[in-house]
């Protein structure tokens, strides 16, 4: 089986065991493949530890770290406890095994609830991938750490961490009877192996991220994107915007892509808010411009087929039919051509343009009708 073929697998399985939790299994997935952070903000009992160890048996090797913070949490209950064998020797050093440093992937709930004793080494950890043991610097092996809150930080000491989260889900109770009926016939445990990718396996997908092509259009749609939302009060970091190309090329791969297409900005829901509260602008923006011209196209073939009829109305002579025939069909080219430079638009910006071919098409059989009717 190949790495891809693996990765699907891996996707299916997961989807399977986490009802109504499709878009957070991708979303984690996306994480892994681009070695960045997730942070899950939802009331308890959501699976959200469930998702983190599943993840880590899946991708993560081996070694997977899990701990509750709070307010009394110390650096060695995460990082491990100062090695007296290394004391003797003169050394300021850590017994990692086990703790947070050595974890492949990593669940820490109310992440939050860090005081600054732990967060300076937790904030390297997490953006520099490296472990200050005593006078050395080590990198971990870390692909992903998952987070859950029940709210955000208000503390301004927080803030850096909570920008380290690149991917960010609101995850709730299951909402729909059926699928809460399925949850509740479920059993315990998964039957048969679980699928598994390998670390070389892992690796050859991260490496693909790279040959991924981004085209222009899909970077003059952030562009836009960006625009719009600075106009509306939500405002990321250059970073951020930087860092959510990683995750468009990553959502190319999970759907076995060489390109990243336009369908793709649907993920940047998940990253350019800060506030909960500001989800919604997100979605709407991210809603113009992903359905924006397939919706004033629908319009002008509205308009089309109101100049059609107009033309095809009872009139009191033959000579006032052919002027309102030759006005219709004046009038239904002006509409055809406005949907033909929508159509290179799209092209331009490496849409999907299926849509609005359809459309272009209806218009132009209005056009021939036209035609084959005037004298």
Request: net charge negative; hydrophobic share 45%.
């Amino acid at each position: 089986m190949s790495a891809e073929a693996r990765l699907q697998a891996v996707r299916a399985e997961l989807k399977a065991r986490f009802i109504e939790r499709e878009q957070v299994v991708d979303g984690a997935l996306l994480a892994v493949l681009c070695r960045q952070h997730l942070l899950l903000l939802g009331p308890p009992g959501t699976a959200k530890s469930m998702l983190a160890k599943d993840l880590c048996l899946r991708v993560g090797g081996k070694t997977y770290f899990e701990w509750l913070l709070t307010k009394f949490t110390t650096p060695e209950e995460i990082f491990g406890p100062v090695s007296l064998e290394a004391l003797e020797a003169g050394r300021y050093e850590r017994v990692i095994d086990g703790k947070l440093p050595c974890a492949d992937v990593a669940f820490l709930d109310e992440v939050f609830k860090a005081n600054s004793a732990i967060l300076n080494a937790l904030l390297t950890v997490l953006n520099e991938r490296r472990f200050h043991q005593g006078a050395d610097v080590m990198p971990v092996p870390l692909l992903t750490l998952v987070a859950a809150s029940n709210e955000l930080p208000d503390e301004e000491e927080l803030a850096a961490l909570y920008d380290r989260f690149l991917l960010r889900f609101t995850v709730g109770y299951i909402q729909h009877d059926y699928k809460f009926a399925r949850l509740l016939s479920m059993a315990p445990e998964p039957e048969g192996e679980p699928t598994r990718l390998t670390p070389a396996e892992l690796a050859e997908l991260q490496a693909k991220l790279q040959q991924i092509a981004v085209p222009d259009g899909v970077l003059r749609e952030i562009i836009d994107i960006r625009k719009k939302l600075n106009t509306e009060g939500v405002v990321a970091s250059d970073r951020r915007y930087r860092q959510a190309v990683q995750v468009l090329r990553a959502a190319a791969v999970l759907e076995g892509r060489a390109e990243v297409q336009t369908g793709d900005l649907r993920w940047l829901e998940h990253v350019l808010w800060s506030d909960p509260e500001d989800q919604p602008k997100v979605a709407q923006v991210l809603g113009q411009a992903l359905s924006g011209l397939e919706s004033e196209a629908k319009k002008l073939l509205f308009q089309a087929k109101e100049v059609h009829a107009y033309a095809y109305q009872r009139w009191p002579s033959a000579h006032e039919k052919q002027r309102a025939l030759l006005e219709a069909l004046s009038k239904i080219r002006e509409l055809r051509s406005r949907l033909l430079a929508m159509l290179d638009q799209a092209r331009d910006r490496g849409r999907d343009t299926t849509a609005l071919q359809e459309i272009a098409d209806e218009v132009s059989a209005l056009e021939q009708h036209l035609l084959g009717n005037k004298v």
